[in-house]
T-cell receptor
Framework: SQQGEEDPQALSIQEGENATMNCSYK?????LQWYRQNSGRGLVHLIL?????REKHSGRLRVTLDTSKKSSSLLITASRAADTASYFC???????????FGKGMKLTVNP | DAGVIQSPRHEVTEMGQEVTLRCKPI?????LFWYRQTMMRGLELLIY????????DSGMPEDRFSAKMPNASFSTLKIQPSEPRDSAVYFC????????????FGPGTRLTVL
């Protein structure tokens, strides 16, 4: 069953611009993770934010988590053509080792 | 480490045939997950193992699907008999952590059932 819902489903921007992707979920979580998938490849983990954290940074990535609104956002700053990929949010739910993935959103960064 | 290894990378078979997908997780990872990805349904968890023991197979679509993990370095997902609706990309992922930690995905097996 789908937990996270990414928004927008597709985003097209110019190189150098910032890209913001949102994720909403329904139940309580231990953590929320973002993954990237390049065409024809497996998913690659980008960043994990725990339920007691509000913001986290990793290089050009910034993730926020608002547990009261059950939502998260992923910001990619100064985007590059190589950032073109599908991005998925995934939630880890209480007491479980499982992750539940959203359907993903496609980011296109035009050179 | 070479990462999670899956074989074959592509499989084309005819309806009714048996298909076996293989996965070698990252050494030292206690958790192994099998996923299926389609355009319509997205990424679905089929089954996962902890220390070679199946923990949750509630995502396995039907009895035609079975998965085993005979040891810590090898797992198989078998479909018998295969059907066209099984066509998808199948991913294996492993994780060292409890409580839904980071997962490391293999490159996937693209299965086409004619």
């Amino acid at each position: 069953s789908q937990q996270g819902e990414e928004d927008p489903q597709a985003l097209s921007i110019q190189e150098g611009e910032n890209a913001t992707m949102n994720c909403s979920y329904k139940t309580s979580i231990n953590n929320l993770q973002w993954y990237r998938q390049n065409s024809g490849r497996g998913l690659v983990h980008l960043i994990l934010i725990r339920s007691n954290e509000r913001e986290k940074h990793s290089g050009r990535l910034r993730v926020t988590l608002d547990t009261s609104k059950k939502s998260s956002s992923l910001l990619i700053t100064a985007s590059r053509a190589a950032d073109t990929a599908s991005y998925f949010c995934a939630t880890g739910e209480g007491g479980s080792e499982k992750l539940v993935f959203g359907k993903g959103m496609k980011l296109t960064v035009n050179p | 480490d070479a990462g999670v290894i899956q074989s074959p990378r592509h499989e084309v078979t005819e309806m009714g045939q048996e298909v076996t997908l293989r996965c070698k997780p990252i050494s030292g990872h206690d958790y192994l997950f099998w996923y299926r990805q389609t355009m319509m349904r997205g990424l679905e968890l089929l089954i996962y193992f902890n220390n070679n023991v199946p923990i949750d197979d509630s995502g396995m679509p039907e009895d035609r699907f079975s998965a085993k993990m005979p040891n810590a370095s090898f797992s198989t997902l078998k479909i018998q008999p295969s059907e066209p609706r099984d066509s998808a990309v199948y991913f294996c992922a492993s994780s060292p952590a409890r409580l839904a930690g980071e997962q490391f995905f293999g490159p996937g097996t693209r299965l086409t059932v004619l």
